[in-house]
């Protein structure tokens, strides 16, 4: 008899699936072992979206088989593949707020009594079982309402569980967490290798591949491109099956001339939000913003654009004093923003690529007041094609694309405008390694050009790697501001908490 451990649970050969334009998954293949983790990691747009609503059922396959242990079958219905044991736990899981925690848990398939009626005593029990499994300490007649961000999370994965589920699919688990309740994730994780159940986890953090993976699979445009053990692999290894050559350079910075003020800001204030923010942003310049959570750096940038205004302060841009109350103004002055939340603020969903790039450009591509669609598509293939944006047509609705490229759909927007001032706010958070690098690169390549851009970012690697200068902000107030050799991780650590003793 095979030993359980190298028998999967799961397997897919062959997995085809086609939509109008695009060959999303092109025959490949994945399997998942019992007690084990195994890392699903790609590009967005790779593939990974897809097979995991392939793997739950959402989606059918044009071609290829599905295996349990062993077996073919099939899933025909979400419910089918749940009844088969497989479940997953999405990064934005639907919750009802004005439910009980047990109701959120079985909505769906609540226990049933005599009469076909919910047999509520059984839920709330069967839930408390579910909770005690995964040792979280939850009342399973509370109201969700009434519970935090974290506590949500756990009912989603307890929700999960209530199908007795021997596959658990994880997409993007941690995006929301903090650095706490993503070790408590961690601990769960294991609890559940514990179980035996057969883990497929999906991230765009390598620190969390190698951390909590036994197993990897690459997609890569919709293609299996290998699998293996991750003892067996390095970080480097994995970039290059990602993006088909060696990615060396993820911050490639050019040397760009520095020139005069783009950009002056003083006495900024706000009533809650932050407070005496003085700064220079020069031409071909890229600064850094750099603080921890609640520190108000989006506040800042989010005023400097229009969305709310300052109680105090003034803002040059060149040599002209701007006052700005609205977007439009912002606009008019040549200052765009790139907003980090570009799935509510950036892109409009619904609307064609094409439409959401020229939507603040309207009176380059009109005339007499009539949209030239000639003129419109032209437009959007310029700024797309420089940020190699990855989709089958600038008719495909901006929903449909992965993260990344949703991310510079919205940069192209902006810069069809042709701005003096752009600012990126997280401009590569949530998208793969291989999208980061063509960000940065084009980032690079308008500040050579003289653009002045501000960089919002949490991740300490990207504002070293991206910067010219960076200023740390802490509870509202610039705290410190580094160039050159003084910026390290450590000053701006100890800058963004609060120690004493870092550089000036």
Same mark, same amino acid.
Request: aromatic share 2%; proline share 6%; net charge positive.
């Given at each position: 008899m095979q030993d359980q451990s190298t028998q999967p649970v799961l397997s897919l050969r062959g997995i085809v699936k086609t939509f109008p334009g695009v060959r999303a998954l092109d025959g490949v293949q994945i399997d998942l072992y019992p007690g084990q983790v195994t890392a699903l990691i790609g590009e967005n747009g790779a593939g990974k979206s897809t097979i995991v609503k392939t793997l739950t059922g959402i989606y059918q396959p044009d071609e290829g088989q599905i295996f349990v242990d062993g077996v073919e079958t099939r899933f025909p219905t979400a419910q089918a593949a749940g009844h088969a044991g497989v479940t997953a736990i999405h990064q934005e899981t639907v919750l009802f707020d004005e439910l009980t925690v047990a109701e959120n848990i079985f909505i769906g398939h609540a226990p049933r009594g005599r009469f076909g009626l919910i047999? !509520?005593?059984?839920?709330?029990?069967?839930? @408390? /079982?579910?909770?005690? @499994?995964i040792e979280a300490d939850l009342d399973p007649g509370v109201k969700l309402a009434d519970l935090g961000i974290a506590s949500k999370h756990l009912v989603a994965i307890a929700r999960a569980l209530s199908i007795d589920a021997r596959v658990v699919i994880m997409d993007e688990p #941690?995006?929301?967490? @903090?650095?706490?309740?993503?070790? /408590?994730?961690?601990e769960l994780v294991e609890k559940?290798?514990?179980?035996g159940k057969a883990i497929l986890f999906i991230s765009h953090k390598f620190d969390e591949i190698f951390r909590i993976a036994d197993r990897w699979t690459v997609f890569r445009d919709g293609q299996f491109v290998g699998e293996g053990l991750m003892a067996d692999v390095t970080e480097a290894e994995l970039v290059r099956l990602m993006v088909g050559r060696a990615v060396d350079q993820i911050y490639p910075?050019?040397?760009?001339?520095? =020139?005069?003020?783009?950009? #002056?800001?003083s006495g900024y204030s706000h009533p809650t939000e932050f407070e005496d923010i003085n700064f220079t942003l020069h031409q071909g310049e890229i600064l850094g913003f750099y603080g921890l959570v609640g520190a108000g750096r989006s506040e800042v940038m989010q005023a400097l654009f229009g969305i709310t205004q300052p109680s105090k302060g003034a #803002? !040059?841009? =060149?040599e002209d004093v701007r006052v700005i109350r609205s977007t439009a103004q912002a606009v008019e002055a040549g200052i765009v923003y790139v907003p980090e939340d570009r799935g509510k603020q950036g892109v409009v969903k619904g609307m064609a690529i094409f439409e959401n790039v020229t939507l603040p450009s309207l009176s380059q591509t009109s005339r007499n007041g009539f949209l030239k669609l000639a003129n419109e598509f032209a437009l959007a293939r310029d700024y797309t094609q420089r940020l190699d944006l !990855?989709?089958?047509s600038l008719d495909q609705d901006v929903a449909l694309l992965s993260g990344g490229n949703q991310q510079k759909v919205v940069i192209a927007k902006w810069l069809a405008t042709k701005p003096r001032v752009i600012i990126l706010d997280e401009p590569t958070k949530g998208i793969d390694i291989g999208s980061k690098a063509a960000v940065h690169d084009f980032m690079s390549e308008l500040a050579a050009e003289g653009l002045a851009v501000i960089m919002v970012s949490s991740e300490i690697p990207e504002v070293l790697g991206m910067a010219d200068r960076v200023i740390v902000m802490r509870e509202g107030r610039i705290a410190a501001e580094f160039a050159g050799d003084e910026m390290t991780p450590e000053n701006l650590v100890r800058a963004a908490v609060g120690i004493e003793g870092a550089a000036a």
């Open positions: 047999d !509520r005593a059984a839920m709330k029990a069967r839930a @408390s /079982e579910i909770l005690d @499994s #941690t995006a929301a967490l @903090s650095h706490k309740e993503i070790a /408590e994730l961690y559940l290798k514990a179980q910075k050019r040397p760009a001339e520095i =020139g005069p003020p783009a950009l #002056t800001v #803002t !040059r841009i =060149g !990855r989709a089958a």
